[in-house]
């Protein structure tokens, strides 16, 4: 086989390969995964992007979800299983990643919403202190349900928070009206 023939076959095969999305996305030099899973539920990345606050890269986010959708109301409502799925690129204290989670929920929601899901914000954000410092590298993942959400780091299951009302709300830090970083929302959305 001539050396024209092996390089024409290796340039076809990785041609198929890239069509058939088995590479992985980046972003900021983070390898992305295509699929993710959240429990028996396979789930399909809808977006990823870089959160980044005063031109410092704090993280990057990717969202899986059952379907994609770019409407963030359909995704905020969904009761089928979802993944943000957050990968450090600096030391965070636990107390600043929840202090912007919880600046993030009363920018997307109403005070009456907010008051409703009070007890639940309180739960979630002693898991969030209880992590501690999370470290560049570390994976942390929350997995909305119609039920609630559980928060894991590194693969590691840290707590769950019950309440679909809840689980709406936190994702409304990234998909809602004012989110965290509109760049960000966008890339989630697959814009």
Known sequence: MSQFHRLYGATLVLALLAS?????????GVKVD?????????????????RSKLFIKLYVGALYVPQKSGTATALIDATA???MSLRLLRDISADTLHSA???GLAHNNTPVELEAVRPQS???GSLMRGLGKVHEGDSVALDFSGDGVALSV?????????????AKALLKVWLGDKPADAGLKRALLGN
Not at 35 to 50: D, F, M, P, T, Y
Not at 155 to 166: H, I
């Open 101 to 103: 989670l919880e600046e």
């Open 81 to 83: 299983p979802r993944r």
């Open 122 to 124: 309180e739960q979630f």
């Open 20 to 28: 058939t999305g088995l590479h992985a996305a980046e972003v900021a």
């Open 154 to 166: 590194n693969g590691e299951a840290r707590g769950k928070v019950a309440g679909g009302a809840f």
């Open 34 to 50: 295509e699929r993710g899973r959240v429990g028996s539920s396979e789930l399909v990345l809808n977006g990823a992007g870089l």
